[in-house]
């Protein structure tokens, strides 16, 4: 057994800086502040900053001040990212429509490396993001795609010179053109590349494609396996790269807005919110009665950590563009991947925290006990936030605490403090709980054990995590290749992932878009009256551009591609036939208008969920027509009547086959979702609940996953069309939800308890513990929960019952049965032969709480009511819906 550290005080006193009287309930803010503050110049005093230059630093300062992003950080991010490339595509009209020529022949290079075109232009919008990171990641899966786009066609000209000469079905260049172009489409579709590369590999691909089925057409191409500098394919592979590289810029001008920033900020502010939503916790159930303002602060708190908890990873994997095979960027990304990891196990306990705060009835022995641990609970809670607040700001400077120096002495005199507090808080609990002549387990403080338990567990994760930073052999773990080459390498080799490339979903998505399209090249190829043109590559282009995964109503993805589309060709055609004009109150304006259209889309497309999706488009097909070259001559409306027609077809089109080739309608799919999601509940459970297994499943968040991916299905069947049938029970598929994440969640902190070792990946179960589930009296429980669960699936098919009559699964009493009185009522016998079985009595200041099993038994009891309760409401939902 555990002792306590040497410098331990007494079982007596009160450890060292908790006071004795009573302790403010509300967070101080002020306070957290200071700490903060005070623990990052402790431990990165020696930590360079990240910006090196005064000018980029000031730069920064003056965008955050004329954007308010003290008001709205994220609102001035996005509008910041949408003025830098206002104001570069302004200024690329001056080049483009002025003569600029000198003894360099500045203009002439311009053109010829396209680097001001508008093919580059378009390039430049949709691979231009948020981050460096992203948009390196964007940039190199756009000309990845675009390489692969151009080469392909290459090689036919190179098999077939000049392409189809005679237009005919049995012409053996005709043959080839089809299938060989055929099996690129299906290929690329198929095979497990990036979605930016799919799009870029295919909108290229299709206009040397139809190149080489128009006869004539052949003689402007690289033939033979030559390369002719001037051609299509060379000049549009230069476009693609120098599209890309300017986006890059932009980002980098006139100071990085780099991923690797945004990740350090994001875990900075995720401790800090962890350390508040502990302290309100703390602050409400500590009390001696219920405090809604406290609780709303808990809420707020909780809900701002969940954010920052979400963001998070997908900052650190972008910064891995940003890393460039630097050492200290792949040690700050793995030691950023480890904060996330067990700020999500703070986030499981805190998440039952916030539903047992809920439900506390604040009975005599709930107040006797917690202000009395008040002091050692807040100690607790302070003390695990400022060792994971000072661990943080190592791990986002990427440092680690040096051997010789005192760092790591201060780090390991921080957790023994820690330890103290701990211990101090155990034997406090154990002394309360005494002097109320409770026994070691006891269903009046099943909740006030589960919340020290939880408070102890934050500690622990604390000291694992600095045990983890002061590691001697850290940098030998870490197995991401810090060469960027290699791991590109290594990231090819996905394409070929038997996993994805046999998934239905993948299959059904490479098939729906094959079909689109080959029949939007194939009628492109045809053409039709004067309605559409013989040998048009737009309608295949388009389909290309406007590929996507989305599940949802295929009618509402596709009239909302129209509208942006639609939109962007015909405002980008009216300012052009306006403002086209080769004098100089034309150019300004231009420019001007332009700066106003391009800062308006994109800024929507970063800022809006919602209709981030339509300004893309207009941004995309609308701003070329800002870019062309000035003309004295009236603007012809045919070619955009033309592109009209292009794009109203292919949507039709896509929508048809999107229809026809579906794996079902929405609500069919979110209902299917959720019942795989349940079903892994429960598989899950009987997996814990098996006394043969002897091992705890490793929680890698799969179940989160699919329960996060039937949400998305939910509210996208809310918007397809239900014609005659009734309308989307969406009340009833929220509150499946909300039970599955609840019981989820219930389901962790019983597998936490029963690992003794409180890891997350594999593990054994604890002695004590499986007998504690095997007693005859916890089995029953456990059958009964299971049964309840099994019963689910039916109880769903609620969302599928598309009939005006009665759903006749409500009227079965079986299935409608409330067993929360009898799991209750089975309690007492649970508890009595706990207590009976074993011996739960543990010497004074021998084991932290979160290691205690009366404490481990009483989280696992309250997690059976959890799931109980959680199902009961779920019930209510069903009868109301």
């Known amino acids: 057994m555990k002792q306590p550290p040497a410098h331990s005080r007494g079982d007596e006193e009160a450890p060292e800086d908790v006071a004795t009287e009573k302790t403010p309930l509300l967070v101080d803010k002020e306070k957290v502040k200071r700490s903060r503050v005070e623990v990052a110049t402790r431990y990165v005093e020696t930590a360079a900053e990240f910006l090196p230059s005064k000018a980029m630093k000031g730069s920064r300062m003056v965008c955050e001040t004329m954007l308010l992003a003290r008001l709205n950080p994220v609102f001035a991010h996005h509008a910041e990212i949408a003025l830098r490339a206002a104001g570069f595509l302004a200024m690329a009209v001056v080049p483009r429509n002025f003569h600029i020529g000198s003894s360099l022949d500045l203009e002439s290079n311009i053109r010829y490396l396209r680097l001001l075109s508008p093919e580059a232009m378009v390039q430049l919008v949709y691979t231009l993001y948020k981050t460096v990171g992203e948009t390196i990641a964007f940039a190199w899966g756009g000309m990845f795609g675009s390489f692969l786009g151009s080469v392909y066609p290459w090689v036919m000209f190179g098999l077939h010179p000049r392409g189809v000469f005679v237009y005919h079905p049995l012409d053996p260049a005709f043959i080839f053109g089809i299938v060989s172009g055929s099996v690129f489409v299906i290929l690329m579709l198929w095979l497990n590349f990036d979605m930016l590369t799919k799009i870029f590999a295919l909108s290229t691909f299709v206009w040397h494609w139809m190149g080489f089925m128009h006869p004539g057409k052949g003689s402007e191409y690289s033939n033979g396996f030559n390369i002719k500098p001037d051609g299509p394919m060379v000049q549009g592979l230069l476009a693609a790269v120098s599209g890309s590289l300017l986006a890059i810029l932009i980002t980098l001008f006139p100071y990085p807005i780099l991923a690797a920033e945004k990740a350090r900020e994001t875990a900075e502010t995720l401790v800090d919110m962890t350390g508040q939503t502990w302290s309100a916790a703390v602050a409400f159930y500590c009390n001696d009665h219920p405090d809604p303002y406290a609780m709303a602060e808990l809420e707020r708190s909780y809900e701002q950590m969940s954010k920052a908890m979400d963001t998070l990873a997908g900052h650190i994997d972008n910064s891995w563009w940003e890393c460039f095979g630097r050492a200290s960027m792949h ?62 700001g190592l791990a986002c400077c990427g440092e680690l605490p040096p051997e010789g120096g005192g760092e790591k002495a201060r780090i390991r005199a921080d957790v023994e403090d820690l330890r103290c507090s701990m ?421 004074d200041d021998s084991r932290m709480l979160d290691e205690d099993d009366c404490a481990r038994i009483s989280v696992i009891l309250l997690s059976f009511l959890g799931m109980v309760d959680s199902m009961r409401r779920f019930r209510e939902a069903v009868v109301r819906g």
């Open 331 to 392: 040690r700050m990304r793995k030691m950023l991947y480890r904060l996330e990891a067990v700020s999500e196990e703070t986030r499981e306990r805190l998440t039952s925290i916030v539903a047992a705060c809920k439900v506390e009835d604040w009975s005599p022995s709930h107040v006797s006990v917690m202000t009395r641990c008040l002091p050692h609970v807040q100690q607790v809670a302070e003390r695990s936030h400022r060792l994971l607040a000072g661990l943080a």
């Open 423 to 843: 211990l101090a808080l155990a034997t406090e609990f154990r002394a309360a709980k005494a002097d109320a002549g409770l026994p070691e387990v006891s269903e009046q403080l099943l909740a006030e054990h589960a919340f020290c338990f939880s408070a102890s567990s934050y500690g622990r994760i604390a000291i694992e995590y600095a045990e983890y930073m002061c590691d001697a052999n850290f940098d030998e773990t870490w197995r991401e290749p810090n060469n960027m080459v290699l791991a590109l390498k290594n990231g090819l080799g996905g394409i070929f992932d038997r996993s994805v490339l046999f998934d239905l979903t993948h299959i059904n998505f490479a098939v729906k878009n094959s079909v689109a399209i080959l029949l939007c090249f194939y009628i492109g190829l045809h053409g039709y009256s004067k309605m559409i043109l013989q040998f048009s590559p737009g309608i295949a282009n388009t389909a290309s551009i406007l590929l996507s995964r989305f599940t949802g109503s295929a009618m509402k993805k596709n009239l909302s591609r129209l509208q942006g589309v639609v939109i962007g060709l015909v405002v980008g055609e009216m300012a052009y036939a306006v403002l086209g004009w080769c004098e100089l109150w034309a150019h300004i304006a231009m420019a001007v208008l332009l700066a106003l259209w391009v800062s308006f889309t994109l800024f929507m497309y970063y800022d809006s969920p919602t209709y981030g999706g339509i300004t893309i488009l207009m941004a995309a097909f609308g701003t070329k027509y800002f870019l062309k070259e000035c003309s004295s001559e009236v603007v012809d409306p045919a070619a955009t009547y033309y592109s009209v027609i292009d794009v109203v077809v292919c949507i039709v089109l896509m929508t048809l086959v999107d229809s026809v080739l579906s794996l079902g309608r929405p609500s069919r799919m979110a209902h299917k979702s959720m019942v795989a999601a349940w079903a892994s509940i429960q598989k899950a459970m009987e997996s814990l609940f098996d006394d043969a297994k002897t091992e705890v499943r490793c929680r890698g968040g799969a179940i989160r996953g699919q329960i996060h991916a039937a949400e998305h299905l939910g509210n996208e069947a809310e918007d397809e069309p239900r014609f005659w049938r009734t309308p989307w029970r969406a009340s009833v598929f929220a509150a499946s939800a909300r039970c599955a994440m609840k019981v989820r969640t219930d389901l962790a902190n019983m597998e936490y308890c029963i690992s003794p070792d409180h890891s997350i990946g594999d593990c054994h179960k604890s002695k004590l513990l499986s007998d504690f589930m095997n007693l005859p009296e916890c089995k029953e429980v456990q059958k009964r929960i299971l049964f309840k669960i099994g019963q689910i699936d039916r109880l769903l098919n609620i969302l599928v019952h598309e009939e005006d009559a009665t759903f006749p699964d409500v009227c079965e009493p079986e299935i409608m049965s409330d067993i929360r009185r009898q799991v209750a009522d089975a309690m007492d016998s649970v508890i009595s032969a706990a207590n009976k079985a074993f011996d739960l009595k543990t010497p």
